[in-house]
């Protein structure tokens, strides 16, 4: 393992912006004195604001023993403050915010909010008040009150069916001492022995500015972010330096097994390798050998156990990608009647049969489109877990450099099929954990500062005019009607074809006929089965939907402007054309 020294300060000042309008998310990059990274993305779109702030903080800097507290934490940081006697949710509601949350993980906390631009004062003062002044107002009663919400919501994770799987993967896929090796979550005896005096010490140690990143994406310039930030964080301090661990990726040398029985109604078999932390080619390359043996239809793996052998429900293969190592998974759930160890036989064939051989060109394209048309997909949105400002807060927290995400996409947009089959090589050879999930008997049992805070929440008293597409309207010769919204935010077309038939039409006909009906159109269309127009979907950058309402029925398809004729004509093709064979009805049945 590595220990990198982190310094509370950066040599970058205030004064002092980065641009970078060349990249694909364009942004602007500072640092206040204290430390605090700001980042700024103008996208005018809308008038609203992401506000995005992440603390390199996650449950890896725990200890044993100690587990939880990064969880419980987040929590806390929406309890009152020492100027705010409410719930933090109380003013951002009063304004129509949306996308507000916070989360937790293994390397990160974040927090998340939009709101209308004219509401950014109250959101910065928000953020800022429970980063400055937060610990005054933290009493017993409010951390027994959120380490009971946090202990019921351990209880409701793990009575869900495979609820204790992550936590047995974790624990036996790395070393005592490795800090990946227990949930984010914690243990109940930890929660319980967290002290008021061990929780203020979290923050005092991790929630400083120097520890924190702030995006903020939408309607904003950069002059006016930099004076507002400065305004209300300015004189928060930055919190001691750090150190981490930068690597530590516990390779293993043999493979292990366990088996795990759980209230279930089929079994489920789980296999879990290490290998390369984020920002690594090979994290690159194992992403893509993830979308070839478990990504979808296309995949290796549902191809052969789900529709030609039918022996599973259900498969899939993907990586978690974390700052110190990541994870490789393949599950499936083993259909009724079927040995966990015929499946696990096929599953072992296919990997064996990649790492020989490596993907085909055309499935090591089609995983290139796929991961390509996901990332333009995501800059629909400003803010929320998944949009700009969470692209450019994970990519600075990790890396340093808001851009990161454009070195994969190149290294995506350069990888060969040796390059693919090496990295898998190097890590699925090197042992893995086999967990068998069992369905557990029916059994039964007998009876028996520059802020004046004392003014209060800053008051948003008007709000911005929201500017919605003008709907066009056509009509087709042969009666269709047709709605046009048109958008240029981003070359993506979303074609919808609506029906007016939905399960109500089921009266005098079986139950589900309906929703059945529509789910065998891409099932099989003019000759092609469902592998075959999934690939056709895939290597077009396309998705394709079907579904039933009460009354009414949709099929559409989401396609890349560049590719929209070729979509269209696969979307009219399983509306048109479909096959609707005896054996597929059966298969689906």
Same mark, same amino acid.
């Given at each position: 393992?590595?220990?990198?020294?982190?310094?509370?300060?950066?040599?970058?000042?205030?004064?002092?912006?980065?641009?970078?309008?060349?990249?694909?998310?364009?942004?602007?990059?500072?640092? $206040?004195?204290?430390?605090?990274?700001?980042?700024?993305? %103008?996208?005018?779109?809308?008038?609203?604001?992401?506000?995005?702030? =992440?603390?390199?903080?996650?449950?890896?800097?725990?200890?044993? +023993?100690?587990?939880?507290?990064?969880?419980?934490?987040?929590? $806390?940081?929406?309890?009152?403050?020492?100027?705010?006697? #409410?719930?933090?949710?109380?003013?951002?509601?009063?304004? +129509?915010?949306?996308?507000?949350?916070?989360?937790?993980?293994?390397?990160?906390?974040?927090?998340? %909010?939009?709101?209308?631009?004219?509401?950014?004062?109250?959101?910065?003062?928000?953020?800022?008040?429970?980063?400055?002044?937060?610990?005054?107002?933290?009493?017993?009663?409010?951390?027994?009150?959120?380490?009971?919400?946090?202990?019921?919501?351990?209880?409701?994770?793990?009575?869900?069916?495979?609820?204790?799987?992550?936590?047995?993967?974790?624990?036996?896929?790395?070393?005592?001492?490795?800090?990946?090796?227990?949930?984010?979550? +914690?243990?109940?005896?930890?929660?319980?022995?967290?002290?008021?005096?061990?929780?203020?010490?979290?923050?005092?140690?991790?929630?400083?500015?120097?520890?924190?990143?702030?995006?903020?994406?939408?309607?904003?310039?950069?002059?006016?972010?930099?004076?507002?930030?400065?305004?209300?964080? #300015?004189?928060?301090?930055?919190?001691?330096?750090?150190?981490?661990?930068?690597? =530590?990726?516990?390779?293993?040398?043999?493979?292990?097994?366990?088996?795990?029985?759980?209230?279930?109604?089929?079994?489920?078999?789980?296999?879990? =390798?290490?290998?390369?932390?984020?920002?690594?080619?090979?994290?690159?390359?194992?992403?893509?050998?993830?979308?070839?043996?478990?990504?979808?239809?296309?995949?290796?793996?549902?191809?052969?156990?789900?529709?030609?052998?039918?022996?599973?429900?259900?498969?899939?293969?993907?990586?978690?990608?974390?700052?110190?190592?990541?994870?490789?998974?393949?599950?499936?759930?083993?259909?009724?009647?079927? /040995?966990?160890?015929?499946?696990?036989?096929?599953?072992?064939?296919?990997?064996?049969?990649?790492?020989?051989?490596?993907?085909?060109?055309?499935?090591?394209?089609? /995983?290139?489109?796929?991961?390509?048309?996901?990332?333009?997909?995501?800059?629909?949105?400003?803010?929320?877990?998944?949009?700009?400002?969470?692209?450019?807060?994970?990519?600075?927290?990790?890396?340093?450099?808001?851009?990161?995400?454009?070195?994969?996409?190149?290294?995506?947009?350069?990888?060969?099929?040796?390059?693919?089959?090496?990295? /898998?090589?190097? =890590?699925?050879?090197?042992?893995?954990?086999?967990?068998?999930?069992?369905?557990?008997?029916?059994?039964?049992?007998?009876?028996?500062?520059?802020?004046?805070?004392?003014?209060?929440?800053?008051?948003?008293?008007?709000?911005?005019?929201?500017?919605?597409?003008?709907?066009?309207?056509?009509?087709?010769?042969?009666?269709?009607?047709?709605?046009?919204?048109?958008?240029?935010?981003?070359?993506?077309?979303?074609?919808?074809?609506?029906?007016?038939?939905?399960?109500?039409?089921?009266?005098?006909?079986?139950?589900?006929?309906?929703?059945?009906?529509?789910?065998?159109?891409?099932?099989?269309?003019?000759?092609?089965?469902?592998? %075959?127009?999934?690939?056709?979907?895939?290597?077009?950058?396309?998705?394709?939907?079907?579904?039933?309402?009460?009354?009414?029925?949709?099929?559409?398809?989401?396609?890349?402007?560049?590719?929209?004729?070729?979509?269209?004509? $696969?979307?009219?093709?399983?509306?048109?054309?479909?096959?609707?064979?005896?054996?597929?009805?059966?298969?689906?049945?």
């Amino acid at each position: 393992m590595r220990l990198k020294l982190i310094a509370g300060l950066s040599a970058l000042l205030f004064g002092a912006a980065a641009p970078a309008a060349d990249s694909l998310i364009p942004y602007e990059k500072f640092q $206040l004195d204290n430390g605090l990274t700001v980042i700024v993305h %103008q996208d005018t779109k809308a008038p609203v604001i992401a506000v995005s702030m =992440w603390y390199h903080v996650g449950s890896k800097d725990e200890k044993p +023993g100690h587990t939880g507290f990064a969880h419980l934490f987040e929590h $806390l940081m929406f309890q009152k403050t020492e100027n705010h006697d #409410g719930e933090y949710f109380e003013p951002f509601e009063k304004v +129509g915010a949306t996308d507000m949350n916070g989360t937790t993980w293994l390397d990160r906390t974040n927090y998340f %909010q939009t709101v209308p631009k004219t509401a950014l004062d109250m959101a910065l003062w928000m953020e800022s008040d429970r980063m400055g002044h937060l610990l005054g107002a933290i009493d017993q009663a409010a951390l027994d009150e959120q380490r009971g919400v946090v202990k019921n919501e351990k209880r409701q994770g793990e009575n869900q069916p495979y609820g204790r799987v992550m936590e047995a993967l974790q624990k036996a896929s790395f070393p005592e001492g490795h800090p990946y090796r227990w949930e984010t979550i +914690g243990s109940m005896e930890d929660l319980s022995a967290a002290s008021l005096d061990d929780v203020k010490a979290w923050f005092n140690t991790y929630y400083g500015a120097a520890n924190a990143t702030l995006v903020l994406a939408g309607d904003i310039d950069v002059a006016t972010a930099r004076a507002k930030v400065q305004q209300y964080f #300015g004189d928060i301090p930055a919190g001691p330096p750090l150190t981490r661990l930068e690597s =530590w990726v516990a390779a293993r040398t043999s493979s292990t097994r366990e088996v795990m029985y759980d209230r279930v109604a089929q079994a489920r078999l789980n296999k879990v =390798w290490n290998y390369a932390e984020r920002g690594t080619p090979d994290a690159d390359y194992m992403e893509m050998a993830a979308r070839i043996l478990g990504g979808g239809k296309t995949s290796r793996l549902y191809e052969r156990l789900v529709y030609r052998d039918q022996i599973a429900d259900r498969t899939g293969a993907y990586p978690q990608v974390l700052e110190l190592a990541s994870m490789f998974f393949i599950e499936a759930d083993v259909k009724a009647g079927v /040995a966990i160890a015929t499946v696990e036989q096929a599953i072992n064939e296919e990997v064996a049969r990649f790492l020989a051989d490596g993907p085909t060109a055309e499935e090591l394209q089609r /995983a290139k489109i796929e991961i390509k048309s996901e990332v333009v997909r995501g800059l629909e949105k400003v803010g929320g877990f998944s949009g700009k400002a969470g692209v450019l807060a994970e990519c600075q927290v990790y890396d340093g450099d808001p851009a990161c995400y454009q070195q994969s996409l190149d290294r995506l947009d350069a990888a060969t099929v040796a390059q693919v089959r090496d990295a /898998a090589r190097r =890590w699925l050879t090197q042992g893995d954990h086999t967990l068998e999930v069992r369905p557990f008997g029916n059994y039964k049992v007998a009876d028996a500062g520059a802020v004046d805070r004392s003014q209060g929440v800053p008051t948003v008293a008007d709000f911005p005019e929201v500017d919605f597409p003008v709907l066009q309207r056509a009509r087709l010769k042969n009666g269709i009607e047709v709605v046009l919204a048109a958008r240029s935010s981003i070359p993506i077309i979303n074609v919808e074809l609506l029906f007016g038939a939905g399960s109500s039409g089921d009266r005098g006909r079986p139950l589900g006929t309906a929703a059945f009906t529509y789910g065998m159109l891409d099932e099989g269309a003019e000759g092609k089965n469902p592998l %075959q127009i999934a690939a056709a979907a895939d290597s077009l950058g396309a998705q394709l939907y079907t579904g039933a309402g009460r009354d009414d029925g949709a099929v559409g398809v989401s396609a890349l402007s560049e590719q929209l004729d070729p979509s269209l004509a $696969l979307l009219a093709s399983i509306v048109r054309k479909a096959d609707f064979k005896p054996e597929d009805i059966e298969r689906m049945r």
